[in-house]
Nanobody, 124 residues
């Protein structure tokens, strides 16, 4: 099982990026998929998750209305469209997969497989 995230980079505040996560070794539409991020000196946080086939989606309050998660199951790929980026969005972004996910005020749980991250840097 492998997850490979890509699409990070350096962008000015207000700009957009689209992250991609390609899964191999399993069929993505049978799994919940999530995007997480970890900024320097901070704990990892859940950004956005979707259940199988996008039946249920979750967005952190800090990104709601700006980020959109989507899937292309024919390509075994999940995307995170990030618009109106802010300097506080700077972090390493990871994709993860699990049979299901849950979200509480303490965080997002349920992910079993993790990919390597991709760096997103937003300049002011």
């Amino acid at each position: 099982v492998q997850l490979q995230a890509s699409g990070g980079g350096l962008v000015q505040a207000g700009g957009s990026l689209r992250l991609s996560c390609v899964a191999s070794g399993f069929t993505m539409d049978m799994y919940a998929i999530g995007w997480f991020r970890q900024a320097a000196g901070k704990e990892r946080e859940g950004v956005s998750c979707s259940s199988r086939r996008l039946g249920t989606t979750y967005y952190a309050d800090s990104v709601s209305g700006r980020f959109t998660i989507s899937r292309d199951n024919t390509k075994n790929t999940v995307y995170l469209q990030m618009n109106d980026l802010k300097p506080e969005d700077t972090a390493v972004y990871y994709c993860a997969a699990g049979k299901s996910f849950g979200a509480t005020p303490e965080g997002v749980y349920g992910m079993e497989y993790w990919g390597r991250g991709t760096q997103v840097t937003v300049s002011s």
